[in-house]
Every structure is written in structure tokens, then in C-alpha cells.
């Protein structure tokens, strides 16, 4: 079974500086997707950045990246330039069409941005 | 916001109440998801529905019961619940989850305590 897991549960971080967030994921398929997600408190989960696995390069949103090491089941999440808005849980996920597309989320990680 | 609304946003019932929960999605899409969100834990995935069938029933207890009368509409009914069911409770759509690489939009939950 694919399992996620990201090891930070929270993480501070001061405003206009770059923070990093790891996730770790189990999986013996070779063709899935990987999703950061974020929800802010009391609203609603919207998607950051999706990595296809079958894809090299690193995704790019804005100020958001990923560092996708395929061989070492690896997905961190960068934020740069951090602004108070980015506080949020930050949860990343796994789909594969192996296992039915179904959507596996890691535990979370708290970000915290300071003034 | 997404396009996934959900009603109520709070709901506080006893344990021998019957009450649902509404999702409505306005982006066209023919999948729907119910998860469930507890404090400390990973989201959980309760139910998929694709084209109207259900095509995910995750091990979920009877109390809960789902319906979909269309693409744009799921409920989750609610009866003798336990406390331990108290969460958030998360709707999301997407395009049909066979297909490849579709994000899920989810709505911003009910928050449920069960008293």
C-alpha cells in the first residue's frame, strides 16, 4: 500500500525568507502523481503544485517549487519569498492510476510565518 | 473560492440524531469524494462516487450513508454517530478519476461534533 509521510509537523518561518518542506512516499509503481495542497484555516484546501512522475523537471508555481527525487521517493516543497498569506497546513499527495486514482495524503505540516 | 460548497459549515448532533450533509460542486466535473479529517491524522478518503455509482466505499461504518441523485450533488447521511466521529468532513470533485492527471477541488467541509 502507498503510504506518505512528511516528518515536520509544524514549521516557522520569517516573512519574505524561503522555507522547505520534506515528504517521503512509499510506492512500487512507477507511473503517479505527486500534489502539494494547502489549507488555511478555516478555508478551503486548494492545490499548490502537481509533479508527474514520468516528468524530469522540477514543477514551478510562482514561489512555490518541488525538489522531486524520483529514486529516493522524495517530494520538498519550497516556498521563497514567504509572505503571511502562505501560513497554512501544507499536505502532500499521492495518486496513482494502479490504485485507482485515489488521492493518499500525508499527515500535514503546520507553517508558521512571522512579521 | 473552488467551486465545491458545502452546507452547513458547522453541525453539532447528538447521538441519536439523523442529519446530512451537502455538497454541491459547480465545475462540471462527474466524480465526487467524501473524506474525513480528524485532528492529528491523515485525511481519509470514505467514498468515491464516478458518473453517479459509487466506486469507493472505504471500510466505512454504516452510520455513514451516501448518496449521489447527480453529477453535481452528494450528501452524506448521518445517524447514530459516535463521538469519536466528531471531524471535518471534506467534499471534493473531479473529472472522471479514470483519467489521467485530474486535480481534486475540494469544498471548505463541515466541521462536525457529535455530543
Known amino acids: 500500500a502507498q503510504t506518505v509521510t512528511q516528518s515536520q509537523p509544524e514549521m516557522s518561518v520569517q516573512e519574505a525568507e524561503t522555507v522547505t518542506l520534506s515528504c517521503t512516499y512509499d510506492?512500487?509503481?512507477?507511473?503517479?502523481?505527486l500534489f502539494w495542497y494547502k489549507q488555511p484555516p478555516s478555508r478551503q484546501m486548494i492545490l499548490v503544485i502537481r509533479q508527474e512522475a514520468y516528468k524530469q523537471q522540477n514543477a514551478t508555481e510562482n514561489r512555490f517549487s518541488v525538489n522531486f527525487q524520483k529514486a529516493a521517493k522524495s517530494f520538498s516543497l519550497k516556498i521563497s519569498d514567504s509572505q503571511l498569506g502562505d501560513a497554512a497546513m501544507y499536505f502532500c499527495a499521492y495518486r496513482s492510476r494502479a490504485a485507482g486514482n485515489k488521492l493518499t495524503f500525508g499527515g500535514g505540516t503546520r507553517v508558521l510565518v512571522k512579521p | 473560492e473552488t467551486g465545491v460548497t458545502q452546507t452547513p459549515r458547522h453541525l453539532v448532533m447528538g447521538m441519536t440524531n439523523k442529519k446530512s450533509l451537502k455538497c454541491e460542486q459547480h465545475?462540471?466535473?462527474?466524480?465526487m469524494y467524501w473524506y474525513k479529517q480528524s485532528a492529528k491524522k491523515p485525511l481519509e478518503l470514505m467514498f468515491v462516487y464516478s458518473l453517479e455509482e459509487r466506486v469507493e466505499n472505504n471500510s466505512v461504518p454504516s452510520r455513514f450513508s451516501p448518496e449521489c441523485p447527480n453529477s453535481s450533488h452528494l450528501f452524506l447521511h448521518l445517524h447514530t454517530l459516535q463521538p469519536e466521529d466528531s471531524a471535518l468532513y471534506l467534499c471534493?470533485?473531479?473529472?472522471?478519476?479514470?483519467?489521467?492527471?485530474?486535480?481534486?477541488?475540494f469544498g471548505p467541509g463541515t466541521r462536525l461534533t457529535v455530543t
Open positions: 471534493a470533485s473531479s473529472q472522471d478519476p479514470s483519467g489521467r492527471g485530474y486535480e481534486q477541488y
Open positions: 465545475l462540471g466535473h462527474n466524480a
Open positions: 510506492t512500487s509503481e512507477s507511473d503517479y502523481y
